[in-house]
């Protein structure tokens, strides 16, 4: 497609004035735009390794050469890195391979492997495909490592890999990571609290290893999470810095074009030493184009420029158009562009001090618009004093940039105090605007044409509030009516829902009993568990639950609809027989007919002991049961013709009780 648009393209702009294409514009337009959708068709195609003949799981080998191609990660006893394939061993004979895959070490407490990036290892061929999410609404962890070419992990000791003396990394990413490790320390050894240690290497460096999930919480609830995320603001004040440092160059045009290209390459050094994140990288070449231009005495379209910037990461990295944080970032810019002059000028701001209050503000407003639909949709979540926070951190913010720029270098060190006192301040103050009541909105859930609504609901109103377009504002308001109807769809269906899910766990065992908005959950995890929060908790929020009752198995429990007792569970018209450890070595008598039974803690119970009376037609073994002991559980509902449900490695059970 892309080689018959391609010339077409071409003999249209030479021919254009000689056949008068210009009067044909209404074909031009979409003719440009399928051409550069057959582009990224085409690099998503070329960059997808798992397509290609070479891949590594297209190739059975004993044993596998791998490079350490990332930062590593360590958590307790666990190291995580990814790693590039270079070749294969099958016996004696070595093929070359390609691709990607995710390794998990697990290290010795004694002495622990120390990696670093670059490194080239030896590991067995020993890997599984990335899992899929096996219960409602969990995390996609299989496509988010998808997007990042990453199709495969593998588990291992670090007694089976072994470590060549090769180190074959790109020599500026080593270098960049290696300049970014000794300034880590720097901060380790400067600042003594952790958490504002943490802060200071994610704001300045984009060092996120030491991060605690608490901080990362209280920003994310005032809405001052792109502090923490280096970004095109932190970019500008590193532009602001060096345009200060060098102003010794504006004496001539090329001590101008001299300073032009230093802070280029100062500006993509730093996007080099923090990792190169998108919202990096876009500013970074945003802000090249805008120097290119200044030094060429040219003008500059901003919403070229940003397509621009876009379409560099996206040639490189296509999968890229599904980070969350690349679409967070662009359409904050855009955002900015577009809509902050608009709020700007709605308000005559008066005295100097307080114009600028009122353009940081309107920046706020413009940002938290724009994002607002994706944000719901991704983070379920609205910070609802995130104008005070973030009018709040605008100050410390770049005092934190500059001071943490400075006591980086040697003399300045005695500054960290400083430093760690503002960062203490700032986390305290947000803090305390995170516990204020209503801080934020949560469990908020969108599906996705409630997202699509929503979002052109917003563009059609701003757009026809700035054009004074009554037909446009009407549409926006039509559309805004169409959400608020599914939205209310949604809820009537969670009042009248009356469902059971048995939660796929690795471990543990769960099922919540659901009617309405109450919910009964049987489960020997807790609401702190991990476990819990990752493969639980995201299900029953998208149900929009409020009130959750955790009970016990091995206690009778009568709430409502809902009876446990000797064993039994009978929830609305289903019933169920648990057959865990209480029930080993006894008989089962009588005559009754249950919708299915559970077997749970590796249950020995013998069923020769239950009686010809007790009939079920579903059994479902949940993953507290040994793995030997699911299959033989497995074997023998089958030769019975019983319908068997193995709640591990697949997706959660759902019985659906009402339609």
């Not at 495909?129 to 990453?150: C, T």
């Not at 699509?452 to 926006?476: D, E, I």
Request: charged share 15%; glycine share 4%; aromatic share 14%.
């Amino acid at each position: 497609m892309l080689l018959v648009i391609l010339p077409g393209t071409l003999f249209l702009n030479i021919t254009y004035k000689r056949l008068s294409i210009y009067r044909y514009k209404g074909t031009i337009g979409p003719l440009i735009f399928l051409l550069f959708f057959s582009l990224g068709a085409l690099l998503c195609l070329l960059n997808n390794e798992s397509l290609n003949q070479s891949y590594f799981a297209k190739t059975p080998c004993n044993y596998l050469k791998v490079w350490v191609n990332d930062e590593l990660q360590q958590s307790n006893k666990l190291l995580r890195f990814k790693a590039k394939v270079i070749s294969g061993y099958q016996k004696d004979k070595q093929v070359r391979l390609s691709g990607q895959m995710l390794i998990t070490l697990r290290l010795d407490s004694i002495s622990p492997i120390k990696l670093k990036y670059g490194d080239e290892i030896m590991i067995p061929a020993k890997y599984t495909v990335v899992e899929p999410p096996y219960n409602p609404a969990e995390f996609d962890f299989k496509a988010w490592l998808g997007s990042q070419n990453i199709y495969h992990q593998a588990f291992m000791d670090q007694d089976h890999i072994v470590i060549n003396k090769n180190n074959i990394g790109n020599p500026i990413i080593k270098m960049a990571l290696n300049l970014r490790e000794k300034q880590v320390a720097k901060y380790r050894r400067l600042i003594k609290n952790d958490e504002a240690f943490a802060v200071a290497s994610t704001l300045i460096l984009g060092y996120r290893a030491d991060l605690n999930q608490e901080t990362l919480s209280v920003y994310s609830r005032t809405g001052t999470i792109h502090a923490l995320s280096v970004s095109g603001a932190h970019v500008a004040i590193i532009y602001v810095v060096l345009d200060l440092l060098f102003f010794f160059l504006n004496n001539n045009r090329a001590l101008k074009m001299l300073k032009l290209l230093l802070i280029c390459a100062l500006i993509w050094g730093y996007a080099l030493l923090t990792g190169l994140s998108p919202s990096v990288v876009r500013s970074a070449i945003m802000i090249t184009v805008l120097i290119m231009a200044k030094g060429l005495s040219k003008k500059t379209n901003s919403y070229n420029v940003l397509a621009f910037s876009a379409f560099c990461q996206l040639a490189y990295h296509p999968f890229l158009i599904w980070d969350v944080g690349f679409q967070l970032s662009y359409l904050a810019v855009f955002g900015l562009i577009y809509l902050q002059p608009k709020i700007y000028n709605l308000l005559y701001a008066g005295p100097n001090w307080i114009d600028k209050l009122w353009s940081f503000t309107s920046m706020s407003l413009a940002a938290q618009v724009v994002t607002f639909p994706l944000s719901i949709y991704y983070f379920h979540q609205f910070p609802l004093y995130f104008l005070f926070a973030n009018l709040f951190i605008t100050i410390p913010l770049v005092l934190m940039m500059y001071l943490g720029i400075v006591v980086l270098i040697p003399p300045f060190g005695f500054l960290a105090p400083v430093l760690e006192w503002i960062i203490n301040f700032t986390n305290a103050v947000l803090k305390w605007m995170a516990s204020l009541p209503y801080a934020s909105f949560s469990f908020i859930w969108i599906n996705l044409p409630e997202l699509t609504l929503l979002s052109l609901f917003l563009g059609l109103a701003v757009y026809a509030l700035a054009k004074f377009n009554k037909q446009l504002l009407f549409t926006s308001l039509l559309l805004l009516v169409c959400y608020q109807l599914l939205v209310m769809c949604d809820d009537l269906k969670a009042f009248h829902q009356r469902k059971i899910i048995f939660f796929s766990l690795r471990k543990n065992y769960a099922a919540a009993f659901i009617n309405g908005k109450e919910a009964v959950l049987i489960s020997d995890l807790t609401r702190e568990d991990k476990n819990y929060s990752f493969s639980i908790e995201p299900a029953l929020t998208q149900l929009q639950l409020n009130k959750i009752h955790f009970i016990n198995v091995k206690k009778d429990t009568v709430l409502g609809h809902f009876v446990l007792k000797n064993n039994q569970i009978a929830f609305f018209q289903y019933k169920l027989l648990l057959l865990d450890e209480n029930l080993n070595g006894k008989k089962i008598d009588g005559n009754a007919t249950f919708s299915g039974i559970w077997l749970s803690g590796n249950t020995k119970f013998n069923f020769a002991n239950m009686g010809t009376g007790i009939r079920y037609k579903t059994a479902i073994i949940d993953a507290t049961n040994k793995e030997y002991k699911i299959q033989v559980l497995k074997r023998q509902m089958e030769n019975n013709h019983i319908e068997v449900y193995v709640l591990k490695k697949n997706k959660a059970y759902l019985v659906q009780l009402t339609q």
